[in-house]
């Protein structure tokens, strides 16, 4: 009975022992940099340029079904079918383009 109890004890400590977390090795020191100087004379800057105004051209993709659709521009309008894609849609500033949501 001793002898089942203690090899238990062990075989348990082990399997934990193995399940634990990893040892991280300890940081290296690294050398102190010194800084940079930075230059406090702001260079001439050349006057810009105009630049043309670029053109809408047609946007065509191909859809899940393999469908090859085209559109004139940039969608207008948008309808956002699950709520994590309206969170990324008023994240990159498209908010106001969402006419329609989906009901969480």
């Known amino acids: 009975m001793f002898r089942k109890l203690t090899l238990t004890l062990i075989l348990f400590t082990l399997l934990l ?4 977390p990893a040892q991280t090795p ?3 020191a690294e050398p102190a940099t010194v800084p940079t100087a ?5 260079p001439p800057t050349a ?3 105009p630049t043309a105004v670029p053109t809408v051209a047609p946007l065509t993709f191909t859809d899940g ?3 090859t659709v085209t559109l004139a ?6 309808i956002s079918l699950a709520p994590s894609n309206t969170e990324i849609l008023y ?3 498209a908010g106001a383009q969402v006419i329609g949501r989906d009901q969480f």
């Not at 930075?38 to 702001?42: E, F, K, L, R, W």
């Not at 521009?73 to 948008?78: E, S």
């Open 17 to 20: 022992t193995a399940c634990g």
């Open 26 to 28: 300890a940081p290296d």
């Open 38 to 42: 930075i230059p406090t004379a702001v």
């Open 47 to 49: 006057t810009p340029e």
């Open 65 to 67: 079904l393999g469908r």
């Open 73 to 78: 521009g940039p969608a207008r309008k948008i």
């Open 91 to 93: 994240a990159v500033g």
